[in-house]
């Protein structure tokens, strides 16, 4: 016969270990996406310029310059910033999937909070079952 105590607390620990389970997945989902985010900044736009190379006998000395080259420009702590992008305009992330994945990250991160405080309750209701 099931002890009457001993019954919630395996359901509990099987729970407490699923919901383990579960965060480290997020966690590590969470990892990824701030590595493929990592560098790009939320805001910023893209600017195109002539860039002169400093050779006094090039002709871009009397010209507009070499390019025109890509840069992302943002704005980071009251400084204009800038991340050379290269002559063609391909970003490596389009905006779409960095919003996308900035949209995913901010669920995650409201999942494991809620997870956090599922884990929380469950201990306060073993502590509850064990000793009362």
């Known amino acids: 016969m099931l002890n009457p105590k001993t019954y919630p607390c395996k359901r509990l620990a099987s729970l407490a270990l699923q919901l ?4 480290q997945l997020l966690h590590k989902e969470l990892s990824s996406i701030d590595k493929v985010l990592k560098g790009f900044p939320s805001r910023g736009w893209i600017e195109w310029k002539y860039v002169k190379c400093g050779k006094k006998s090039c002709s871009c000395q009397q010209g507009k310059g070499h390019g025109p080259y890509a840069y992302l420009r943002y704005w980071e702590d ?11 305009s391909k970003i ?3 905006e779409q999937q960095q919003q996308t994945l900035e949209q ?5 991160q409201e999942t494991i909070q809620k997870l956090e405080q599922a884990i929380l309750e469950a201990i306060k209701l073993l502590e509850k079952t064990l000793y009362s």
Do not use: V
């Open 20 to 23: 383990d389970h579960e965060l």
């Open 78 to 88: 009251g400084h204009l910033k800038s991340i050379y992008l290269g002559k063609t």
């Open 92 to 94: 490596s992330i389009p």
């Open 104 to 108: 995913r990250k901010k669920q995650i």
